[in-house]
């Protein structure tokens, strides 16, 4: 898959979802579209999991200085 941003490959898999509820397209290239959404799927999915890794939050502790955290979910 080409180098893409998050926010592109999820465009282009709104697109995706798009195109097959429309109904319009051929079975040959509403299998290419879904093969092609899988992928932008499992691209994004692995996207947000790097990111929710690298997330941290600053929190006031108990002394009343700041520190960081990881962030969970």
């Known amino acids: 898959m080409e180098k893409l941003s ?3 490959a ?3 898999l709104e697109e995706s979802v798009e195109q ?3 109904g319009e397209l051929e079975l040959e ?3 290419k579209v879904f093969e092609q959404g899988i ?3 499992l691209f994004c999915r692995k996207e947000l999991s790097q990111a929710e890794g690298k997330i ?3 929190v006031k502790n108990l002394g009343g200085e700041f520190e960081l955290l990881d962030f969970e979910v």
């Open 29 to 31: 290239e509403s299998i």
């Open 20 to 22: 097959l509820e429309s």
């Open 39 to 41: 992928e932008l799927s």
């Open 56 to 58: 941290q939050r600053l």
């Open 6 to 8: 998050f926010e592109l």
């Open 10 to 12: 999820l465009k282009k």
